[in-house]
Each structure stands twice: as structure tokens, then as C-alpha cells.
């Protein structure tokens, strides 16, 4: 340590620290317009149709796309709802879907604004496909064993070759049966077909037969992963 030198006095405050950041929960004292809740979608055509999970939209006096872009219902049913620009926007990329029946085991992928666009982009979390129905016997809903957040409700799960397989739906109501929390359920390529056809929506069936690694599959959700929020 001998060619250190001590020096006097004491460096001043990093200018690169001082930015002057105000809070995101208000502006100049106000508090900031939150949404009712946030949830995603999938872009399944070049006129801008968005897949998600249908909800109660009773109570959105607007539904807005994560750019301020109004949007509209096309078409809805208890499972899917297909949302469409006001304006004519075209998305930078749309999802492949999967339309022959998955098999289960299987890993798979989610991709979803888990926490409403606070991060700028999606989130990409991974769970596996267990059953190709629900509970029930039920077809045309698969469960799946996935960690999910509000936020994921209504996007794309992708299976290994990162087609869309499924819409991620908001979990079963929990009455006196209480399931574990990282059981969910998924609609699949029939259910999603009706809802698209319902809507007069394309969507590219395209099947892949190449693997992409990780880096690939986060930068494909944030091209066809959609944030939809909810504005009373």
C-alpha cells in the first residue's frame, strides 16, 4: 500500500445524483390517475386485435392501450375477449399461435406485465403445463403450475418453440375450496378460435419447429405482449 497517497478535504456530492426525480405517485403535490387494474394481451393481427381474458369491463369508463391508445371491445365471452384499436395502429409484431392440441407434461412460458408496466416491458416467468383440461374433465381449459401476479391475467403462454398455446385466465373464485396458489388455468386453441372468429380477427397459425433461447423469447414478448389498462 505504499504507493497510496492521502489526500485533504473530502469530494463533493456526484452532480450525476443530484436530478431532481420527483415521486410517480404525484406531480407537483397531486396525486397521479391510477387505473382500476392493468392486465395484458396478446397482438394477433396487423390491425392491432388484441386476445385477452375477459373481465368485468362494466366498470371501465375507458380502456386504453399501455400508449394512451383507446380501445374497444370487438367481441367478448366468458372466457376471451378480443380488444381493437379506436384508431387504426398497427403492432410492432404479432404472436404465432399453436393450433394442434399440446401435450402435458410440458414446460412453458408466460409472458405478461406482471406489475402494470412499472418495469417498461414484460415479464417473462416459467411454469409447466400439467393437464389438458381443468379440474373438472373440462376441455378447452388446461391447468397449468405457474407463479402469476394480476398483472399476467389475459397474456400468452408459449410453449417451447414459442408459439402461443394458451391465454393465461384469472384464477377460478376461492369459495370453500381454497387450491394452491401456483395452480392456473389457461384457454386453449378452440376457445381462442371462437373468440377470433366472433371478432372477425386474424391470427397467424404459423407452427415453429425451432427452440429460441431466452433472450429471444423476452424480446418476442415485448414485441406481442400488450398492457391493457383500466380507467373508471
Request: glycine share 10%.
Amino acid at each position: 500500500f505504499t504507493s497510496f497517497t492521502t489526500l485533504s478535504g473530502a469530494l463533493g456530492e456526484a452532480p450525476i445524483l443530484d436530478t431532481d426525480l420527483k415521486p410517480q405517485e404525484s406531480l407537483g403535490g397531486l396525486t397521479i390517475r391510477q387505473p382500476s387494474f392493468t392486465q395484458s394481451g396478446v397482438f394477433t393481427s396487423r390491425e392491432g386485435h388484441i386476445l385477452t381474458a375477459a373481465q368485468d369491463f362494466s366498470g371501465c369508463g375507458n380502456l386504453k392501450l399501455q400508449d394512451g391508445l383507446p380501445l374497444r371491445i370487438a367481441a367478448q365471452n366468458a372466457k376471451l375477449a378480443v380488444l381493437v384499436p379506436k384508431q387504426g395502429a398497427a403492432p410492432p409484431s404479432i404472436g404465432q399461435f399453436e393450433t394442434q392440441r399440446p401435450y402435458a407434461p410440458q414446460y412453458v412460458a408466460l409472458g405478461g406485465y406482471s406489475y402494470g408496466g412499472k418495469l417498461g416491458a414484460p415479464t417473462i416467468t416459467m411454469g409447466k403445463l400439467q393437464a389438458l383440461t381443468d379440474l373438472t374433465g373440462r376441455a378447452g381449459v388446461a391447468r397449468l403450475e405457474l407463479d402469476s401476479l394480476p398483472g399476467d391475467i389475459g397474456g400468452p403462454i408459449y410453449d417451447q418453440y414459442v408459439s402461443v398455446t394458451g391465454i393465461l385466465l384469472p384464477p377460478p373464485p376461492q369459495r370453500s375450496r381454497q387450491l394452491p396458489a401456483n395452480v392456473q388455468f389457461m384457454a386453449n386453441w378452440p376457445l381462442i378460435s371462437e373468440a377470433l372468429i366472433a371478432a372477425n380477427a386474424a391470427a397467424s397459425t404459423k407452427t415453429e419447429t425451432v427452440k429460441l433461447k431466452p433472450v429471444d423469447l423476452a424480446n418476442l414478448a415485448q414485441k406481442t405482449v400488450a398492457l391493457i389498462s383500466c380507467w373508471p
